[in-house]
């Protein structure tokens, strides 16, 4: 099992930064693949990037392309995400999730994934 642990939330205004951190323990079989994906009230969780820790392949969603970049530490086997150039849409809680491979289809992120964490909260205020 992983257990998965993010931080690094906030309320930014349009056009600022904020990085995301998710801190993964237990089983590096099961976070082999490690990604974040966001949700707002009312909507279907939607996966904004992942990343196959092992080879370094990265998979983002159309719409944070050139904006967000995410990246791992293997050493503290942390997954980041650095977002800039926020909008007001990138509002939601972003959730960690892990599992043992990535899908290559961005429809399908979270599909592979096994375990998540508890969510941060981003807020971008236009």
């Known amino acids: 099992q992983v257990q998965l642990v993010e931080s690094g939330g906030g309320s930014v205004q349009a056009g600022g930064s904020l990085r995301l951190s998710c801190a993964a323990s237990?089983?590096?079989?099961?976070?082999?693949?490690m990604g974040w994906f966001r949700q707002v009230p009312g909507k279907e969780r939607e996966g904004v990037a992942t990343m196959d820790t092992g080879s370094g392949s990265t998979y983002y969603a159309e719409s944070v392309k050139g904006r967000f970049t995410v990246s791992h530490d293997n050493a503290k086997n942390t997954l980041y995400l650095q977002m800039n150039g926020l909008k007001p849409e990138d509002t939601g809680t972003y959730y960690c999730g892990a599992g043992p491979r990535c899908s290559t289809r961005v429809s399908l992120m979270a599909s592979p994934l096994i375990a998540w964490g508890q969510g941060t909260q981003v807020t971008v205020s236009s």
């Open positions: 237990g089983s590096t079989y099961s976070s082999r693949c």
